[in-house]
């Protein structure tokens, strides 16, 4: 992973840096890497998982497509991601981040109506 977040002005939330956030490579089936942007890591029943964001040569995502992928940190600190193997498993982390999302929203929501 890489941080690429202006850490002289963030508070703990790239989103309100300025800076780019946290990244990581993936690797895919086809051997092919694509860059992306950690959206959350949050937890559903009793596992973690984290969603990332698929970013194109400009750093863009044009089509919200999200990676969902069950996340765990090794012995040794570093962090993991496993593929969700089964529908069950992925309809439960899937509204486990719409869920999230909602909440960014009504974080958002709430943040601009405060400085009203």
């Known amino acids: 992973m890489s941080n ?6 963030c508070n703990g939330d790239c989103a309100s840096c300025g800076g780019e956030g946290v990244t990581v490579t993936l690797t895919l089936d086809d051997d092919s890497t694509v860059e992306c942007a950690i959206v959350g ?8 998982y ?3 964001l698929p970013l194109d040569e400009n750093g863009q995502n044009e089509d ?8 765990t940190v ?8 496993d593929n969700i193997e089964s529908d069950e498993e992925y309809e439960i982390a899937s509204d486990a981040f719409d869920e999230l999302l909602d909440s960014m929203e009504y974080d958002e929501l709430v943040s601009e109506d405060e400085l009203n």
């Open 4 to 9: 690429n977040c202006d850490e002289t002005k």
């Open 41 to 48: 890591i949050f937890d559903a029943g009793s596992k973690e």
């Open 50 to 52: 984290i969603a990332l």
């Open 64 to 71: 919200g497509e999200v990676y969902l992928y069950r996340y």
């Open 74 to 81: 090794d012995a040794s600190g570093q962090p993991k991601l």
